[in-house]
C-alpha cells in the first residue's frame, strides 16, 4: 500500500499488517487491554511502516494485538496508528528494528514514585476527558457514565485494589515528599501502617493516660533530678515534658546531667549483638532500628554501671536486659560498681526465632536480664517468679527493631515503684520504658543515640499526659 501524502485518514487493513518477526512472542493476558480500547480508544497509536510491499508493525505488538481480540478489521490513520517511513537501504531497517527493541528491552523502567504519579495523572487526564464517574450502584451501572477507578484498572491491566492502593498512596506522597525517598513503594505503605498505628496509639494515651500525681508526696519531679549547676547539654524541660525528659546522643556524655541519688529504678535494654557477626539493625518500615558496631563492651558494662549506681536512690533497683554473650563482663561490671546482683538472671519468655542452623542450634525463646540492688531494696508486689511469659511485639505496633513489650516493662515498674517515682532509661529505642513509666504515673528521663528513634520517642511520649 502506498502512502498517500496529506490524507488526514488512511484506514489500514489489520489482515495486511505483517507482525510475524517480533522480538516479543508471548503478549500475555491482553483481555483487560482490550476491554480498556474498546471503552476509550487506543491512547498510544500504533506504529507501522509501508514499504510499498508490506504494511510491517514497528511497535504496539501487545494493543495491535488487543484490537484483533477485539474483531477489529481496520485502523485509522492518526487515531489508531502512525506512520514511520521506511528507509530503503540496510541501515533505515536496522533503525526500524532498534524501535522495537527501545521499547521493549532499553527504555528506562519509571521508580515507583514516578508509576503511581503517572497513574494518578493518567487518571486525573482521563477524568477530564471522559468526565467522574457518579459511582452507580450494583446492578445500575452505565457504561459511559464518566471514568472510574475500575476503568482505570481495566485500562492498565490490573485488580482494582492494587490501582486503589497506588491512587491512594500517590496522595499521600504529593503531600508527604519524604516517602518518595524509600527505597521500594512496600516501604512506604509499612511506613504509612506504623504511622497510623503511631496515631492510633497516640489517640489511646489521650484516653487512658495516667495524670503525674501532686506534688508534696515524697517524689520528684523531673526538674528536681537535674543538677543546680548543669552542662550544655542540659535543657529546661516545656512545661508539657516536665514529666519525661528526652536526652539525644551518647548516654555517656548527657548522664552527667543527672544528679546523684535522684532515680528510683533504672530499667534498660542493653546492646544485644556485640561480637556477634550483623551488629545492626532496622525497621522494616524505616522506623526505629540500632546499630551495636564499635562498642567496647567491657566499658560499655562499667560505664552503665557506675553511672546506674551513682543515680540510684539507696535501696533501690536497676534492671539490666542483656546479651548472654557478655554475661560475665556485666555480672562483674554491677558487683564492682556496689551492686548486689541477683546470680538467677530475670528471664523473659517470648516468641522463639529461627536459629541460623535448625539442625544444630535450638531456636532462641528468651531474653535474660539481670536483677541489681542498691542497699536493700523490696519489691512492691513479693512473692513473684522470676520469669514472665510475654508474646513479643508483631505487626503495624513493632516500631522498633529491638523492642521490648509495654508488658513486660511496665511489669518491673509496678514491682519496684511507686507513682511519682522516676525511671531511667539509658538505651530508649522506641520508648518503652518510657511510656510504661508515664502510663502507670511515674516519671522517665531516657537517653537514645539515633536521631530517627528521638523523632519517635518525642511523637510516642508527647501525648502522655
Known amino acids: 500500500m502506498e502512502i498517500v501524502e496529506n490524507q488526514p485518514i488512511l484506514s489500514v487493513a489489520i489482515s495486511n499488517i505483517k507482525d510475524e518477526n517480533r522480538q516479543r512472542k508471548d503478549y500475555g493476558d491482553i483481555q483487560a487491554l482490550a476491554e480498556s480500547i474498546r471503552r476509550f480508544g487506543i491512547i498510544q497509536p500504533i506504529v507501522l511502516t509501508d514499504s510499498g510491499m508490506e504494511i510491517t508493525l514497528v511497535a504496539g505488538g501487545r494493543r495491535l494485538a488487543a484490537c484483533r481480540y477485539l474483531g477489529w478489521t481496520e485502523l485509522a490513520h492518526a487515531r489508531d496508528f502512525i506512520w514511520r517511513k521506511e528507509l530503503d537501504d540496510d541501515n533505515g531497517k536496522l533503525q526500524l528494528q532498534a524501535v522495537e527493541l527501545e521499547e521493549n528491552l532499553r527504555r528506562k523502567e519509571l521508580s515507583w514514585p514516578e508509576h503511581i504519579a503517572a497513574k494518578q495523572r493518567l487518571f486525573e487526564l482521563m477524568q477530564s476527558i471522559h468526565g467522574v464517574s457518579k459511582g452507580f450502584g450494583a446492578g445500575k451501572s452505565k457504561e459511559n457514565d464518566g471514568f472510574s477507578l475500575r476503568k482505570l484498572a481495566a485500562m492498565l491491566g490490573e485488580n482494582p485494589s492494587v490501582t486503589s492502593r497506588d491512587l491512594e498512596l500517590a496522595g499521600f506522597v504529593r503531600s508527604h515528599p519524604m516517602l518518595a525517598t524509600l527505597p521500594t513503594k512496600a516501604d512506604a505503605v509499612r511506613k504509612l501502617g506504623v504511622a ?149 538472671p530475670f528471664i523473659w519468655l517470648r516468641d522463639r526465632s529461627a536459629p541460623p542452623d535448625g539442625f544444630a542450634r535450638y531456636s532462641k525463646c528468651y531474653d535474660p536480664a539481670l536483677i541489681a540492688s542498691k542497699g536493700v531494696p523490696r519489691f512492691i508486689r513479693p512473692n513473684l517468679p522470676n520469669a514472665v511469659s510475654i508474646p513479643s511485639v508483631r505487626g503495624p505496633e513493632r516500631l522498633h527493631a529491638a523492642q521490648k513489650p509495654l508488658g513486660i516493662m511496665q511489669k518491673f515498674v509496678e514491682d519496684m515503684t511507686t507513682p511519682g517515682c522516676v525511671v531511667l532509661d539509658m538505651f530508649a529505642g522506641a520508648g518503652t520504658t518510657g511510656a510504661a513509666a508515664l502510663q502507670t504515673g511515674r516519671k522517665a528521663i531516657l537517653f537514645e543515640l539515633e536521631p530517627a528513634n528521638c523523632v519517635m520517642i518525642r511523637s510516642r511520649l508527647g501525648v502522655i499526659k
Open 196 to 344: 497510623v498505628t503511631v496515631a492510633a496509639m497516640q489517640i489511646a494515651a489521650k484516653k487512658s493516660s495516667v495524670t503525674s500525681s501532686p506534688k508534696g508526696d515524697g517524689t520528684s519531679t523531673i526538674a528536681d533530678v537535674m543538677p543546680t549547676q548543669g552542662t550544655p547539654n542540659v535543657e529546661v524541660p516545656a512545661p508539657s515534658e516536665e514529666r519525661w525528659k528526652l536526652y539525644e546522643g551518647p548516654f555517656e556524655e548527657n548522664i552527667t546531667s543527672v544528679a546523684d541519688a535522684s532515680v528510683d529504678l533504672v530499667l534498660t535494654d542493653l546492646p544485644y549483638n556485640i561480637g556477634l557477626g550483623d551488629s545492626s539493625a532496622s525497621h522494616s518500615a524505616g522506623l526505629g532500628g540500632f546499630s551495636d558496631r564499635g562498642l567496647d563492651i567491657v566499658k560499655l558494662c562499667a560505664d552503665v554501671a557506675v553511672h546506674s549506681f551513682r543515680v540510684l536512690r539507696e535501696n533501690r533497683f536497676g534492671v539490666f536486659f542483656y546479651g548472654m554473650n557478655y554475661h560475665q563482663e556485666l555480672y562483674d561490671a554491677l558487683t564492682t560498681a556496689g551492686f548486689t546482683v541477683d546470680v538467677y
